[in-house]
């Protein structure tokens, strides 16, 4: 087996919790042919003192050059997120780079299987792994671990059309703290769309597919954290009254001219479906919340959507259409808002 150099990108903020952990799991690896850089997004914890204490294990740290001006919304650490890895494209010099998270650990082989199955599949622009769940203090969560939907076992490498397809039919998943990339193809891809809001690195995903295939190692070899400090988790009060930013992407690819031929019609039925339980979800919280217009608004969109196609995967769909429509037949007894609000007034769905 060759050993080419691999740059290892993480992207920090106020990682002090977890940062350690994170970068004695990366300096463990199988594979040592590494160089190790943490961009620091003008943290104001210890993030940057804890980082130059690995420096004498090869650990270099850059501070970005961009600082995010904050404007009040649930999005912000989301948008200094995205101003930070588009820095990354920049650091280090090998060909193959990863772009690790701050506050995941990764397993001892992570950086040989990927770096295999780039030299067994040089035709790839970049490669995912499965992933398990852990939470604040490190033990595994009882969520089931992600890897490759049942349907999909059969092949490792996907052209933008399978890639598409098996996001909105089977949910294929690309996990994103898993991911090595060619430097060349980010750089022909570009740089992540801050449009999309938290769903910039699927988008992102798609315009690499479009570059090159994308490969799967059907193993979790990241151990995912979930806690409520992270960005993922704080901007969901973003999309309280709003379509999750998935449905911008999937809508935005599905009239473009050159992705429309590619997009089979089961796929197109099954995305319907899942954007009414979407509008579903939405027409609940303005339920919950007292706002009766944009309640029928949303419900009558989420109804004008065929309930054929019906799935395995869009059973979180169904049931965000079904509320709602339990609701609206409460609604003509006057029940409708407060049960919506005893149920739903203070989630964050």
């Given amino acids: 087996m060759k050993y080419p150099l691999i740059t290892i990108t993480i992207p920090a903020y106020n990682a002090e919790a977890t940062i350690r952990e994170t970068l004695n799991s990366i300096l463990s690896q199988t594979y040592k042919n590494i160089e190790v850089i943490v961009s620091d997004n003008n943290s104001n914890d210890s993030t940057s ?54 506050d995941d650990v990764y397993e001892r082989d992570i950086v040989e299987s990927e770096v295999r199955f780039f030299l067994e599949h040089p035709e790839c622009g970049a490669v995912f792994t499965g992933c398990t769940f852990i939470d604040e203090t490190g033990k ?67 315009r690499l597919a479009k570059e090159a295939p994308i490969g799967i190692v059907d193993r979790p070899l990241v151990r995912r954290r979930i806690h409520g400090k992270s960005d993922s988790f704080r901007g969901l009060i973003a999309y309280r009254h709003a379509l ?21 019609d089961s796929t197109k039925e099954r995305y319907r479906f899942y954007r009414a339980g979407e509008q579903a979800r939405v027409a609940i919280n303005f339920l919950a919340d007292g706002k009766l217009e944009k309640w029928k608004e949303h419900l009558a969109e989420s109804r004008d959507i065929s309930m054929r196609g019906y799935a395995r995967h869009t059973r979180r769909a169904a049931a965000w259409i079904f509320f709602a429509q339990c609701l609206s037949l409460l609604g003509l007894l006057g029940l409708g808002m407060s ?11």
């Avoid at 049960?339 to 769905?349: E, H, Q, T, Y």
């Fill in 49 to 102: 003192e804890i980082v130059r204490s690995f420096e004498d294990r090869g650990v270099r740290l850059v501070t970005c050059p961009v600082r995010y001006q904050p404007t009040g919304t649930p999005l912000d650490n989301t948008y200094a997120s995205i101003e930070n890895w588009n820095t990354l494209v920049d650091l280090g010099s090998a060909d193959l780079m990863t772009i690790y998270h701050a």
């Fill in 140 to 206: 595994f969560t009882s969520h089931t671990p992600v890897r490759l939907p049942r349907a999909l076992t059969k092949q490792s490498v996907f052209d933008f059309k399978a890639v598409f397809n098996g996001m909105m039919r089977y949910g294929l998943p690309l996990v994103a703290p898993s991911i090595m990339l060619r430097r060349g193809t980010w750089r022909r891809a570009g740089k992540l769309d801050r449009r999309f809001g938290q769903a910039v690195d699927t988008e992102m995903w798609l």
């Fill in 244 to 264: 999750l930013p998935i449905v911008d992407v999937f809508d935005a690819y599905l009239t473009d001219p050159s992705v429309v031929p590619l997009v089979e």
């Fill in 339 to 349: 049960v919506a609000r005893r149920i739903f007034g203070n989630s964050m769905k």
